[in-house]
């Protein structure tokens, strides 16, 4: 079973940047499909990105296609979130979740697809 921890939220002004870290512990971290999700005030959790177990495939949500990258360093059991030109439309809280990937470059989209999940980082973006 692994266990999740972000880090990295904070407060940033509209066109800054923020770089989110997830740290995994308790499991074998390549053996995980990994992804983020974000849950702005009264709105429902919703996906961002995804990373295959080895890193080579990954997906989007076509709110942050071409400002967000997902990437993860397998040898530090971390995954990470580069979140570039920042919009107020993307404060939130930020989570880190995982679950087991069959095959080495599976991904995951849906919430209910993921069973592990951290306890979340927030992220304002002021105009």
């Known amino acids: 079973q692994v266990q999740l921890v972000e880090s990295g939220g904070g407060l940033v002004q509209a066109g800054g940047s923020l770089r989110l870290s997830c740290a995994a512990s308790?499991?074998?971290?390549?053996?995980?499909?990994m992804g983020w999700f974000r849950q702005a005030p009264g709105k429902e959790r919703e996906f961002v990105a995804t990373?295959?177990?080895?890193?080579?495939?990954?997906d989007y949500s076509d709110s942050v296609k071409g400002r967000f990258t997902i990437s993860r360093d397998n040898a530090k059991n971390m995954v990470l979130l580069q979140m570039n030109s920042l919009k107020p439309e993307d404060t939130a809280d930020y989570y880190c979740?995982?679950?087991?990937?069959?095959?080495?470059?599976?991904?995951?989209?849906?919430?209910?697809?993921?069973?592990?999940w951290g306890q979340g980082t927030q992220v304002t973006v002021s105009s």
């Open positions: 979740a995982a679950t087991l990937g069959s095959l080495l470059e599976t991904i995951r989209t849906r919430m209910r697809d993921y069973d592990y």
């Open positions: 308790g499991g074998s971290f390549s053996s995980y499909v």
């Open positions: 990373i295959s177990r080895i890193g080579g495939r990954t």
